[in-house]
């Protein structure tokens, strides 16, 4: 099972949105609606953000969205904010019923 | 309140075996899985496997079967990771979390991670 695709890096101004997406197959994000997202300071721990592609847990500001279209998942922070600049992982169920992280992205705030 | 404390830190030499631990609280420990997420030092994260208490099945990544075994106290609410044969390659963080939804498939919940170091 090979980690699904995600940006290196992305970054932004703070105020602005930025977009980061999340390529598998149709084994995985394209084949069933459990894409999930999870922030990544250092040293820690990571915290849930969006779960079944756009569904965001209680105390997630609705300023962080997911969507999907065919194989690629897409999570959208608007109104960036400095505490935003984090790694960002995606991760799918799977048709082996394995789960699968995404390979990250490190999220600048210039 | 949901909590998965996690064991401390280890160093350990190659060859050498070891158990993690990951103590829960706040939830019923047999009615949801557990799983082990690993993650080498400066990349990324990568799902290892999974166990569910309630009935003792596990599933593995097909990477990491045969490598590491996933177990279970009910009793002590307590998951565990276990290597029979550490390598060096096996330095990393370990976190153990808590799966929800239909097949168990985001994970909402997360100990503070296990730094196992393996030098010789």
């Known amino acids: 099972q090979s980690a699904l695709t995600q940006p290196a890096s992305v970054s932004g101004s703070p105020g602005q949105s930025i977009t980061i997406s999340c390529t598998g197959t149709s084994s995985d994000v394209g084949g069933y609606n459990f894409v999930s997202w999870y922030q990544q300071h250092p040293g820690k721990a990571p915290k849930l953000m969006i779960y079944e592609v756009s569904h965001r847990p209680s105390g997630v500001p609705d300023r962080v969205s997911g969507s999907k279209s065919g194989n690629t998942a897409s999570l959208t922070i608007s109104g960036l904010q400095p505490e935003d600049e984090a790694d960002y992982y995606c991760?799918?169920?799977?048709?082996?019923?394995?789960?699968?992280f995404g390979t990250g992205t490190k999220v600048t705030v210039l | 309140e949901v909590q998965l404390v996690q064991s401390g830190a280890e160093v350990k030499k190659p060859g050498e075996s070891l158990k993690i631990s990951c103590k829960v609280s706040?939830?019923?420990?047999?009615?949801?899985?557990i799983a082990w997420v690993r993650q080498m030092p400066g990349k990324g994260l990568e799902w290892m496997g999974m166990?569910?208490?309630?009935?003792?099945?596990?599933r593995y990544s097909p990477s990491f079967q045969g490598q590491v075994t996933i177990s279970a106290d009910k009793s002590i609410s307590t998951a565990y990771l276990h290597w029979s044969s550490l390598k060096a390659s096996d330095t990393a963080i370990y976190y153990c979390?808590?799966?929800?939804?239909?097949?168990?498939?985001?994970?909402?919940?997360w100990g503070q991670g296990t730094l196992v170091t393996v030098s010789s």
């Open positions: 166990f569910y208490p309630g009935d003792s099945e596990s």
């Open positions: 979390a808590r799966p929800r939804g239909n097949r168990a498939e985001y994970f909402q919940d």
């Open positions: 706040g939830y019923s420990f047999t009615s949801y899985w």
């Open positions: 991760s799918s169920y799977t048709s082996s019923s394995t789960r699968v």
